[in-house]
């Protein structure tokens, strides 16, 4: 089962910051927290992961709070193309990666 | 540099026919994972190979489903018999190294859709 809880669904406006969060209070030192995203029909796609400090890649950020019990992804100029279905996955000290249900979040116009 | 390539896209067989989807990981990459998602569902994983080894199959139904990955040439995930409800889209991912306990990323295919009818 998912280590983690994420909100549902939530929405944002285009051309905003979207913030993403997720609590995995049960995480091992040594587990990474990884961030995917499904658009409708597409494949899963990597956004970002960090263990203990927090990252930024081209597409997001990763914020882990300093206990690492949780995170936020944060998208800060959302648009259209990042609705999506997002997941948040604590990897369970395994190599594979389990998906739970994720956040749906809607980019408004 | 090419992603993780799964052929064929869409697939129909009607039941009881065998279905045969492969997947070629990224270059450079050794570890391939196939995921299962039924429709409305989430992605469930299915089985983890290495060149020539099954790791970990734990998810993969107990008959007519089998995963391979040879020396040479892609992985491939066959379905004997199909039902209906093998009806769902696969999804085949790589990594470089041994997954995600590691933080290595693991990447993945667009997926191959599989309807029986």
């Known amino acids: 089962d998912a280590k983690t809880t994420q909100p549902t669904s939530m929405d944002c406006a285009e051309g905003r910051a979207a913030n993403l969060p997720c609590n995995h209070s049960?995480?091992?030192?040594?587990?990474?927290v990884y961030w995917y995203r499904q658009i409708h029909s597409q494949g899963p796609q990597y956004i970002i992961h960090?263990?203990?400090n927090n990252e930024t890649n081209e597409m997001a950020s990763l914020i882990i709070t300093e206990d690492r019990k949780s995170s936020t992804l944060i998208l800060p100029h959302a648009t259209l193309r990042d609705t999506a279905v997002y997941y948040c996955?604590?990897?369970?000290?395994?190599?594979?990666?389990?998906f739970g249900s994720g956040t749906r979040l809607l980019v408004r116009p | 540099n090419a992603g993780v390539m799964q052929n064929p896209r869409h697939l129909v067989r009607r039941r009881g026919q065998e279905a045969r989807l492969r997947c070629s990981p990224m270059?450079?990459?050794?570890?391939v994972y196939w995921y299962r998602q039924l429709p409305e569902e989430g992605l469930k994983f299915m089985v983890y190979?290495?060149?020539?080894?099954?790791?970990?199959e734990s998810g993969m139904p107990k008959e007519r489903f089998s995963a391979e990955f040879p020396k040479e040439g892609p992985s491939i995930l066959r379905i004997q018999q199909v039902v209906r409800g093998d009806s769902a889209a696969y999804f085949c991912?790589?990594?470089?190294?041994?997954?995600?306990?590691?933080?290595?990323?693991?990447?993945f295919g667009e997926g191959s859709w599989l309807t029986v009818v």
């Open positions: 991912a790589s990594s470089p190294l041994q997954g995600a306990n590691s933080g290595n990323t693991i990447y």
């Open positions: 049960t995480i091992s030192g040594n587990e990474y």
């Open positions: 960090g263990l203990k």
């Open positions: 996955i604590v990897n369970d000290s395994s190599y594979k990666l389990i």
């Open positions: 270059k450079g990459h050794s570890h």
């Open positions: 190979l290495q060149k020539e080894n099954i790791i970990d």
